[in-house]
């Protein structure tokens, strides 16, 4: 195991060694018995359970390499950080752990018990040391997306060292105005850590190489969800590159997922599914989904149904957007460009936030998906009460949604599982119901 | 009973006047039991006991009256929004129900269950139209301050006209001068309801009026809890005067309070208080108390405490700063002072906000008070989680503390007395060990 090979990195960092390998060792077996099970995955699929075999062994070993070079390693928490400049200064960015059970009983004792998981799993990550990449971390880059996050930093300044990016509530001209300025102050972080400039051009080429990796991970989406009889990959092994998305290389994982849209083309090509004919095709939106939680991905693939997308932001509001840098000739242009990038996301913290229920809409119309699971985590009020409006608009469009408000514990998962049989059952209804009148 | 002379008017504004009657006849006797009951308390109560019996029906009436001559009623949720304005229009600023259990099972129709009881209880009084401020308001002036409330606009926005004040996440320069503009827009809002310019001057004398009820209310507040053997009004009875400061007509709302105070003054002058030598003398922090929610000063002064002050945004937090109008030449001056006053607001939204724990502890001193309770409404994240800063340093202090988190069920009250009894047991031990060893 790529771990033991590591232990003397790992124990510099301040990991504390024995605990992450007993962790480490049930996020593996977890993967093994979840996913490596699956029948008929595409080959490609070996390089990224190579990639979680090493997770927190060769990859940690990259990024402190790069660290020995004095490039930047920032931790993150948000898709809201422009890893395009981490990334053109030659250092890597990447997301905290922050999806396991186990560390938030310890969170726990810092933090109230009703706030979302995620944080309290990253914050008990850092109390225990068992994340090899918030250890690894220069910096945590947090945001203001989030009231319980905005807080959350406060107490974690105690623990490691933290910056805060303002990301604005509105996205009215003064509000982006001032967003740009935040872009720009980042990059000056990342100067400081590198105790050096950052060129232009080395900005640009990590926008390009940033833009080539959400690049492949559209076509994936589209090879994975676009077709509607065929479903060449799980939506587990999906989701699972959306999550390694925030830890591999850029460049290699940009590779990697290629290699496998090549497959999946070849798949649709010789009508290779990995789901029987008329399996119902679920769309899954709401809040980030960060590994090891597959608890939703399980049960719904494990009830006979394919999950297509996540619209999350482990998932499609990740990569939908690019920069644009055609004719950019400045420094200011290329945060105004950023910021014009950033902007897009329609993450339920601002508001309005009309435009993501328009393009649920258009996404399950371009998908031809037979039903909707809005997921939101435990105590995350911005989708919480967005689910409201966005339940509302599928409503009017007749599109059957299921809403699951679920955290880490394993306790909920059987009856989050009853829930999601017997929405199935009424999706399969209503198909069949519908075959019947149209004959 | 006030509410029968006004059913034409309540019925007009389209309140659902058969539920509201039953609404406020619950009201009138929980404070008829729990306030008119108590004992030695000061005459000029009178006033607010009076106010109380109104205060969804003459004080409707006058506010309706203002609307007629077109002066604007606002409906508010947050103390951000710049009463000083609307009443330099003439018209009326108030607070909008929210403080009760009965509408949060209609509002969770359309709201989450799990976010603050505050907001649940506002958004069911407007779908049940039981409450004659929410609908007395030309709009409700919404904020950013906490991201339930945000989203709930959005929501609210269907059924009441909605303005959304963005208040930022930090207190930067480049923030404030952002908030400056809203406050600037906000008297355009008011401008427009009113259908003329508002001068200079009046904004100023609407300053002035709101300057003298706050200082009024500093005046209550150190009359209260400042003097450590006398307490010459219970906490109970000062906790409603600050409820009913957002929603009385200001320059009565100050005569009345001053009225008062010099009655306390009286009491202090002849030592009469209206509880026991050696009573341990309580500060409450944390979240809004708002009307009828007197679930906590019931349980504490019911347990043989007084409970001397209130931090919150319905208390001192309000009162504690005034405007600087000292030389103001010109609008955009009168913005920029207000402002400064508004940034003062150290609320939990605001990250850092490290200046209110000093607050707290240099208040406890103060006031020679014998511990503190930290209240907050359940789910809200800011509070919650910024409790632990605070906790932190009152232990290090010394000062006892314990930390309350509960909504508008009846259900807690019982645990809530076991809490705050067993709380008051270890400070009195605490006391009686401090004398022994000073013996």
Not at 206 to 219: C, F, P, Q, Y
Not at 282 to 289: F, Q, R, S, Y
Not at 370 to 399: M, R
Request: one cysteine or more; charged letters at 25%; a negative charge.
């Amino acid at each position: 195991m790529g771990v033991e090979l590591h232990k003397e990195l790992l124990s510099s960092i301040g990991v504390d060694v024995e605990r992450h390998a007993k962790m480490m060792g049930m996020g593996l077996a977890g993967y093994q018995a979840g996913f490596m099970s699956q029948p008929n995955r595409p080959k490609a699929m070996a390089y990224f359970d190579w990639f979680m075999s090493e997770i927190q062994a060769e990859r940690i070993a990259e990024i402190n390499a790069l660290k020995a070079q004095k490039k930047p390693a920032v931790g993150t928490f948000c898709i809201f950080v422009p890893e395009e400049i981490v990334v053109g200064a030659g250092g890597a960015c990447f997301g905290l752990c922050g999806g396991a059970n186990p560390p938030i009983a310890d969170a726990e004792t810092e933090l109230p018990r009703n706030i979302c998981p995620l944080i309290k799993s990253a914050y008990g990550f850092k109390l225990q040391h068992t994340c090899a990449y918030t250890q690894s971390a220069d910096f945590i880059y947090g945001e203001t997306t989030c009231e319980a996050k905005k807080k959350t930093w406060e107490l974690l300044g105690k623990h490691h060292p933290v910056h805060v990016m303002n990301i604005p509530h509105m996205k009215r001209e003064r509000d982006l105005k001032m967003w740009q300025e935040e872009i720009k102050e980042f990059k000056e972080h990342i100067e400081e850590v590198s105790e050096r400039k950052l060129s232009l051009s080395e900005m640009l080429d990590g926008v390009k190489l940033i833009n080539a990796k959400r690049d492949a991970m559209k076509r994936l989406d589209t090879l994975r969800g676009m077709h509607p009889d065929i479903m060449p990959i799980s939506g587990k092994d999906a989701l699972f590159i959306s999550q390694m998305s925030f830890l591999d290389d850029p460049k290699r994982f940009t590779q990697k997922v290629n290699e496998l849209c090549d497959e999946l083309g070849e798949r649709i090509k010789n009508k290779v599914s990995v789901f029987p004919e008329n399996t119902p095709r679920i769309m899954v939106l709401g809040t980030p989904i960060a590994p090891p939680n597959w608890k939703l991905h399980t049960a719904v693939e494990g009830s006979g149904a394919c999950i297509i997308n996540e619209e999350g932001c482990i998932g499609h509001r990740y990569f939908k957007d690019n920069v644009d840098i055609e004719g950019v000739q400045s420094e200011d242009e290329l945060y105004a460009r950023l910021m014009q990038r950033y902007s897009k996301i329609d993450c339920a913290c601002f508001t309005p936030n009309t435009g993501r229920t328009d393009k649920i809409v258009q996404m399950y119309k371009d998908r031809r998906a037979d039903g909707v699971i809005y997921y939101t985590l435990s105590f995350c009020h911005t989708y919480n009460v967005e689910s409201h409006l966005v339940t509302e608009a599928l409503a009017k469009e007749g599109i059957p949604c299921l809403v699951i408000e679920s955290d880490y514990s394993p306790e909920d998962a059987g009856q989050i599982k009853t829930r999601v049989e017997a929405f199935l059952e009424s999706i399969t209804f209503k198909q069949k119901a519908e075959a019947f009148a149209n004959k």
